[in-house]
């Protein structure tokens, strides 16, 4: 396995931190494992000023669409290159189970093909000619143009392929970018940071700091020279980069936290249904993806048997070392996000709710690591 350079990636070039490292400590183990460099608002201010170069007086935004393509097929064989290493780097990030980085959102087959198919589409975006009221008025039509200086923020929980995610279609579109990644699971991401500047894109068109969502993400989101935020992740913090972003009538694109219900009706495949919803709970990233259902409404003639198979699945899922192949389930982030989970069990038993299984720390494994048993509330 590689590690990635503990350096970020600005106007072409790697650079230091400007502020203390970040130790990065794996979630199962407990141990620290990393340090990430850690930006400070004068990094960020280097990086959108590379962004606003590149993109105001470089080549990018002009080039042919043939020729932004080729970079970006580039990236997709560097990614494929280097695929065993990154599926390797995200179970070190965040603890993913090596088992679960197969599924093929999760490893890297996934942006190597974002990359790809997004090359695919830069000599494709096209605008339109419209006919003409008057026979004597000259043609009209549309075109698209890039945005311009685009900022991008992704969660720990997929590193890798919401980092794909957003930035082949900017790069694809003639937007420059920076990437600011959570500090929770630096990895993946300054590994893919590694093999886009193989590429040699032109300096400043992609850049990438790491650091706390407060100053980097912050000042980040405040500049502003960025025409576009990206961000995933909680709705308070979304709703704050609206209300900056929105003041200067700038563009934001939001895919935030929810709570998710799972209806269950009477006539429904039981096994299908509850396996879905205890698979997103209790399996893979152990309910911390936005996908998680986090309740479950079930019909009173099918309620004691939804209960029986969730207590179930609960109990299949297994906890430990996420390269050990026999383990399913990953610990919480950290040992914050840890106490946060048990107390909001916590709190839902002291309100009436009673436990079906689980309510506590993970048994049989390491208590160095983050890990929650898959609890079921019932009688809410």
Not at 12 to 39: C, D, L, M, T
Not at 118 to 139: H, L, M, R, S
Not at 239 to 254: C, E, F, H, Q
Request: proline share 7%.
């Amino acid at each position: 396995m590689t590690l990635p350079r503990p350096q970020m990636f600005i106007d072409g070039s790697w650079v230091e931190g400007r502020a203390e490292p970040i130790q990065h400590i794996h979630p199962a183990s407990g141990e620290a494992i990393f340090h990430a460099p850690n930006a400070d608002r004068s990094a960020v201010d280097a990086a959108v000023t590379a962004a606003r170069t590149a993109f105001d007086d470089g080549p990018w935004p002009r080039l042919p669409g043939r020729d932004r393509a080729r970079f970006l097929r580039s990236i997709a064989e560097l990614i494929r290159s280097d695929a065993a290493n990154l599926n390797a780097l995200l179970s070190l990030d965040n603890a993913t189970p090596s088992s679960f980085v197969g599924f093929y959102q999760m490893g890297a087959e996934y942006p190597a093909d974002l990359f790809e198919t997004c090359a695919g589409w830069v000599d494709k975006i096209t605008g339109e000619t419209y006919p003409q009221w008057e026979p004597n008025q000259p043609f009209t039509f549309t075109t698209h143009e890039p945005v311009g200086v685009a900022a991008i923020i992704t969660p720990w929980n997929a590193p890798m392929s919401l980092f794909a995610q957003k930035l082949a279609p900017a790069l694809a579109a003639g937007c420059t970018v920076v990437a600011k990644p959570s500090e929770l699971s630096p990895l993946v991401s300054l590994r893919m940071a590694e093999l886009i500047a193989q590429s040699d894109l032109p300096a400043g068109v992609f850049n990438i700091v790491t650091g706390p969502g407060d100053p980097v993400g912050t000042a980040l989101v405040e500049d502003p020279r960025v025409d576009k935020v990206s961000f995933t992740g909680s709705r308070d913090v979304g709703g704050s980069i609206a209300a900056t972003v929105g003041a200067r009538i700038g563009r934001v694109s939001l895919e935030l936290g929810g709570k998710s219900p799972a209806l269950i009706f009477a006539d429904a495949d039981l096994g299908m249904a509850v396996g879905i919803a205890a698979g997103n709970a209790f399996l893979g990233l152990s309910g911390q993806v936005c996908v998680c259902q986090s309740r479950v409404l079930a019909h009173d003639a099918v309620y004691d048997e939804v209960v029986a198979k969730l207590v179930g699945f609960a109990a299949a899922a297994a906890f430990g070392d996420p390269f050990d192949p026999k383990v399913s389930a990953a610990p919480m982030i950290s040992t914050r996000h840890m106490r946060r989970v048990l107390g909001h069990i916590e709190r839902a038993v002291d309100d009436g709710a009673q436990l079906a299984v689980g309510g506590g720390r993970a048994e049989n494994v390491s208590t160095a690591g983050n890990f929650v048993a898959p609890t079921v509330l019932v009688d809410a």
